[in-house]
C-alpha cells in the first residue's frame, strides 16, 4: 500500500471521506475500530426494571421482646441496662429518666410501688416525692429505712405523662422486667403498693378489699397495702396501714 506521503491531497481527502461515510469518527487511534463489529455486539443485558418488593413488616410482639431482655439479665446491674436499652415501650421517650430502684438489694422486703412521679423522674430514684417521704415514715415505724434493709421499685421505670394511670398493655410489657427484678433481688416477701401493684403482680385490683391479707407471688409472700399517695389524701385509712405495717413486722419476725 502507498504511504499517505505518496498520496496526493485531493486522494488523501478522499479517503478520509470515504471512512467518515463508513462512521469512523475519531481521526487519531493507534488500533482500527470496526465499527460494524461493534454494531453487532451483544449488548449489555438491560436490568429488568425494577418492582417494589412488598416490604414485610414483620410484627414485634414487645412483652416476647421484654421477656428475652429480661431474661438475659444475670445481675441488677445488667436488668438496668437491659431497661436502658429497651426501645419498645412510648413512656421512655417523654421521660426524662430511668427509674430503676432504691435501698439494698438482698433486703428481706421489697417494696413495688406504681410509677415514678415529676420527683422521681428528676432524680431517677422512686419514691422520693411526699408519698417517698411518707412511706420513709412509715417504714421507719417497724424499724425499716432503703438505707439498711429495704427495696424499692415499681412497676414502670419511666413516668407517664401527667402522672396518668400506667395502660395495660405497658404493664404489660414491663413485667417481664419487674419478674426478673424480683428474682434478682431475691426478697423474703413482696410489699405491694396499690392497685396498679396489684393489678400486675396479683391480677387483681380492688385494695381495700386486698389490703393486709398475705397473698402469694412469684413463690413469694406478698402483702398489698393502701399506696402512700392514697393515704395522704386519705389520712383516716392509715390506721389500716398501720395494721398492714405490724403484720408485715410479725412475718419478718417469724421469719417464715
Ligand atoms: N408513686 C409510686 O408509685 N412510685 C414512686 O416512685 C413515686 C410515687
Known amino acids: ?46 436490568a429488568a426494571p425494577s418492582v417494589a418488593a412488598p416490604v414485610v413488616q414483620e ?49 428481706r422486703v421489697m417494696i413495688i410501688g406504681e410509677a415514678p ?3 422521681e423522674d428528676r432524680q431517677g430514684k422512686p419514691f422520693v416525692g411526699p ?9 421507719a415505724e417497724i424499724g425499716l429505712s432503703r438505707a439498711e434493709n429495704v427495696y424499692i421499685t415499681n412497676v414502670l421505670p419511666w413516668r407517664p405523662p401527667q402522672n396518668r394511670d400506667p395502660e ?12 426478673r427484678h424480683v428474682a434478682l433481688a431475691a426478697p423474703d416477701v413482696l410489699v405491694l403498693m396499690g392497685n396498679i401493684s396489684c393489678e400486675t403482680v396479683l391480677g387483681r385490683r380492688g385494695i381495700t378489699r386486698l389490703r393486709g391479707k398475705w397473698e402469694e407471688a412469684w413463690d413469694r409472700p406478698v402483702l398489698p ?21 405490724l403484720a ?9
Open 59 to 107: 410484627e414485634v410482639d414487645p412483652v416476647a421482646v421484654a421477656m428475652a431482655e429480661a431474661a438475659r439479665a444475670d445481675s441488677l446491674e445488667d436488668l438496668r441496662a437491659a431497661l436502658n436499652a429497651f426501645e419498645l415501650c412510648g413512656l421512655k421517650a417523654g421521660a426524662n429518666s430511668l427509674v430503676f430502684s432504691d435501698g439494698v438489694p438482698g433486703s
Open 168 to 179: 395495660t398493655q405497658e404493664r404489660e410489657m414491663m413485667k417481664p422486667f419487674l419478674a
Open 248 to 256: 408485715l413486722k410479725a412475718r419478718l419476725k417469724r421469719g417464715d
Open 225 to 245: 397495702m393502701f399506696h402512700p399517695a392514697y393515704l395522704l389524701r386519705n389520712p383516716a385509712a392509715k390506721r389500716q396501714a398501720w395494721a398492714d405495717l
Open 1 to 46: 500500500m502507498e504511504s499517505t506521503s505518496e498520496l496526493d491531497q485531493a486522494t488523501a481527502l478522499a479517503m478520509l471521506d470515504w471512512q467518515i461515510e463508513l462512521g469512523a469518527t475519531e481521526a487519531i487511534g493507534d488500533v482500527p475500530v470496526n465499527r460494524y463489529e461493534l454494531e453487532t455486539a451483544p449488548k449489555p443485558a438491560r
Open 131 to 139: 408519698a417517698g417521704q411518707l412511706l420513709d415514715r412509715m417504714l
Open 117 to 119: 412521679g415529676r420527683d
